[in-house]
């Protein structure tokens, strides 16, 4: 009876289940315990399972008070086991939605622990779906299998699709404090997630069906995706310009305060997001006979900045008395994004492959939340970054700008520095040695 959980929201007793404890559900896992709530959570990841029944927080963005409070007051509990999932009266599936080799959607992760929720799962159970994927995926995937059990959705069970906002890095906005968007397959299970979003968000948006609810994620990160790619196209053409800094462009456009938001060139889209949905929603149109060309344009050509990088080093390197082939590339920050440890799909990884097919072979890379890249047949390990780093590296090239870099100090002990994220904004000597993704190195007076 949806009375009796909408009671157990309210008292917080209802038993909370989060599948998959990645960059989104351990950040929600420990929100729900923050509030009071007993949290079980499970990842097929019996790494991540072994670090948490350590107490060792692998998420920078989840605060370590609050994590071991969780912990040591056991509101948190894991496993890599679905065991105990049948126990949980709310649960959120946080798995991820990658795409294949040909760029189609891979929803398997989320059939997967769907299915071991079916199998489990009791009568009035709510489930919802936090993934980001196609609009459809909730209503024509879930929703049957679980209505295969001759259970019925908004009377039985409960299932709704909530997207994640979650911007790993971000100073400002997290969990907490970012409003919520959901839509339920009825009007009990719309009802019944608002309540429960309510207990961790200070607003939730409720929308008439979870397909808005999916749409409306794909519509928040194409916007991005598209907004990007153009200024990258603009950044092109600057370079070709040889006269435009790109940069100094969109610092002037953001001085209007109404109609303009400003984006930022850069060596290409890394991470979970951004760089798949596109795909998510060009495979979805498809079954409509209708070309989403604009979307994918962008999502192409944003595509194409690993190798415009790669480019610019050989470029640079032609410059200089050294064969290409014996040259020696130091590449500078190699997640996907500043301060962040995540490197899934991160375009410096993609440029040290470029380079590497090139026949550049001595390859050096640091960052400060890598140890190691496997590529291909390589394993590149991350370097002590030294005055000798640099002053061995005939090109330097910053592509993810930490703000943990000394650049000034970078610049100084560089031969040839390319600046990919103009990191290198505010120095003041040596500017003859940077090559700036985006027209003219910033003049600085
Ligand atoms: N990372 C972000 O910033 C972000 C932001 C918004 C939305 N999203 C979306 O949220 C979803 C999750 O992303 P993420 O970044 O947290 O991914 P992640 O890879 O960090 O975490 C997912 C976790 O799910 C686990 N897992 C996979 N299959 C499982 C299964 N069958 N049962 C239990 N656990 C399983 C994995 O081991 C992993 O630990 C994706 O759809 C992503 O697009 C991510």
Not at 332 to 359: C, H, M, Q, W
Not at 372 to 388: A, G, H, P, W, Y
Request: aromatic share 10%; glycine share 6%.
């Amino acid at each position: 009876m949806s009375e009796v959980l909408r009671e157990k929201i309210k008292q917080k007793k209802a038993k909370i289940g989060i599948i998959g404890l990645g960059y989104v559900g351990l950040p929600l896992a420990i929100e729900f315990a923050r509030k009071g709530f007993q949290v079980h959570g499970v990842d097929l990841d019996a790494n991540k399972i072994k670090l948490i029944q350590q107490k060792k927080n692998y998420i920078k963005d989840v605060v370590n008070k609050d994590f071991l409070h969780a912990i040591n007051n056991k509101y948190f509990t894991a496993s890599s086991s679905y065991d105990k999932i049948g126990d949980q009266e709310i649960i959120f599936i946080c798995v991820p939605t990658p795409v294949t080799d040909n760029k189609t959607p891979d929803i398997s992760f989320i059939m997967n622990s769907a299915g071991e929720v079916f199998k489990r799962m009791k009568r009035h159970t709510l489930v919802v779906l936090k993934s980001t994927t196609f609009p459809g995926t909730t209503e024509d995937y879930v929703q049957p299998l679980f209505d295969s059990k001759g259970w019925k959705a908004g009377k039985d069970y409960y299932l709704s699709f909530s997207p994640e906002r979650v911007d790993p890095g971000n100073k400002i906005y997290n969990t907490g404090n970012t409003p919520i968007v959901v839509g339920g397959v009825t009007r009990k299970c719309l009802e019944l997630s608002v309540m429960i979003l309510q207990e961790v968000a200070t607003k939730v948006h409720a929308v008439s069906t979870p397909r808005v609810a999916e749409m409306e994620k794909l519509l928040e990160n194409i916007f991005r995706s598209v907004n990007i790619a153009l200024v990258n196209e603009l950044a092109r053409l600057c370079d070709r310009m040889g006269n435009i800094n790109i940069w100094e462009v969109v610092e002037a456009a953001s001085t209007k305060p109404f109609g303009f938001m400003p984006f930022y060139p850069g060596p290409g889209i890394g991470g979970h997001c951004i760089q798949i949905d596109p795909y998510y929603l060009d495979w979805a149109a498809k079954q409509y006979d209708f070309h989403t060309n604009f979307v994918e344009l962008a999502a192409e050509s944003n595509e194409e900045m690993p190798f415009y990088v790669k480019d610019m080093v050989m470029r640079d390197l032609a410059n200089l008395p050294v064969k290409a082939t014996d040259a020696n590339v130091l590449i500078l920050g190699t997640t996907f994004k500043r301060d962040v440890e995540d490197a899934r799909n991160s375009p410096a990884i993609k440029i040290i492959e470029l380079l590497y097919k090139e026949g550049i072979t001595n390859i050096n890379f640091h960052d400060p939340y890598m140890r190691t890249i496997r590529l291909m047949d390589k394993i590149f390990r991350v370097q002590e970054l030294n005055e000798k780093l640099l002053k061995d590296a005939d090109v330097t090239v910053i592509v993810t700008d930490h703000t943990t870099y000394d650049y000034e100090w970078i610049v100084a002990f560089s031969k040839r520095l390319i600046d990919t994220r103009n990191a290198t904004k505010k120095i003041k000597n040596n500017r003859d040695k940077i090559s700036l993704l985006g027209g003219v190195p910033h003049k600085v007076s």
